[in-house]
């Protein structure tokens, strides 16, 4: 692998990762609920949950009725869990600071239920040339061992 490639992964103390994640929230009943207030609010309420746990928000559009983030996410973490986090949170902070999100969605749900998720990262190409040359290094090192 080029040098260059390896400077997009993140090191933890037992996992060297690159678990790059593009993902979708909408609004309940897609209602296009999002002005510049919201907005600003939101970005900061997904930036501070994304600190709080490791997050690295790589990319990122609000718009009046959706969210896209592009976020890099420690492996100790499931997408799901970050999901969670991310729509819980969120929807709770606004709702607190905007009143007029609460009569609007009065069962206290502001996202609706699923989300749209996608993995990025390298292609299947580099990972078997790359599993393939791993072989053939070993099987130089075998060489050279018994010369």
Not at 104 to 112: D, E, F, M, V
Request: hydrophobic content about 35%.
């Amino acid at each position: 692998m080029p040098q260059d490639n390896l400077n997009k992964y993140k090191r933890q103390s037992h996992a060297v990762f690159d678990c790059r994640y593009h993902v979708v929230f909408v609004t309940k009943y897609r209602f296009r609920i999002i002005d510049k207030n919201i907005e600003i609010a939101l970005k900061w309420i997904i930036k501070d949950i994304c600190d709080w746990k490791g997050i690295e928000i790589l990319e990122g559009a609000v718009k009046e009725e959706h969210v896209h983030l592009y976020l890099q996410i420690p492996p100790k973490y499931s997408i799901s869990d970050v999901m969670k986090w991310i729509k819980g949170k969120s929807a709770e902070r606004l709702m607190q600071k905007f009143v007029q999100l609460e009569k609007q969605y009065w069962g206290r749900h502001l996202w609706a239920r699923g989300y749209f998720v996608s993995t990025v990262g390298i292609s299947d190409e580099i990972i078997r040339s790359y599993i393939q040359k791993q072989r053939e290094d070993e099987k130089q090192e075998f060489v050279q061992k018994w010369k």
